[in-house]
């Protein structure tokens, strides 16, 4: 399949989590394909965003591949990659709230997750496109500081190195009086959370036409 963008993502392994976070966005990543979601009402309007993206935590953001550069080529880049980075882990995962959005984030030391994070954006960005005027303008919309300016300038992307923050997505942006009910109700429906959290894989997805991303490859950190 053709795709438009690539990533590089933590997904979590087959089991009661990746089937969770499937069900709850309504998309599974593994298989690219739509899942029925709870009959809970309004769930599909507030996973609206983040179910074209799949249930994962980011690693390297989505990006262009450079002129030149082939997926088959960024494929044996990010195997390599993977040969040489250790596997990371902390004590678990917990639901938080995020500005006004719902996501599992990592409870304890991070700093395991943030180097597997780091290595992925700085080892595969020669594969990277540099994006165009108008995602600069689109990504400055958002008030960056001068560090994140930098980062975007660098990187592609201004929440990498040192403002990149772990987090696996389960809702849109909620409205200020709905976050205290949608955290009650994701609570209720998710499985037990790992603990500890083992970040032992890094997964290669694409972006179809179709505005989706789906797993192209899953890679073992044996560093």
Known sequence: MSYTRFAIYFV???????EFGARWLGWDLAT?????????AGLATITRTPRKYGFHGTLKPPFRLADGCDPDGLARAVQAMAATCAPARCEGLHLSRIGRFLALTP???TGGIERVA???VRALDDWRAPPDAAELSRRRRARLTERQDAL???????????EFRFHMTLTGRLAPDEVAQWHETATAHMPD?????????IALVGERKDGHFELIQCYTLTG
């Open 107 to 109: 409870v304890g030391d």
């Open 152 to 162: 975007l300038t660098r990187w592609g992307y201004p929440y990498v190195m040192e």
């Open 12 to 18: 979590p392994p087959h089991g009661a989590l990746a």
């Open 32 to 40: 690219g394909s739509a899942v029925a979601q709870p009959g809970i």
């Open 193 to 201: 959370l790992p603990a500890p959290f083992v970040m032992d894989a």
């Open 118 to 120: 780091a290595t992925c």
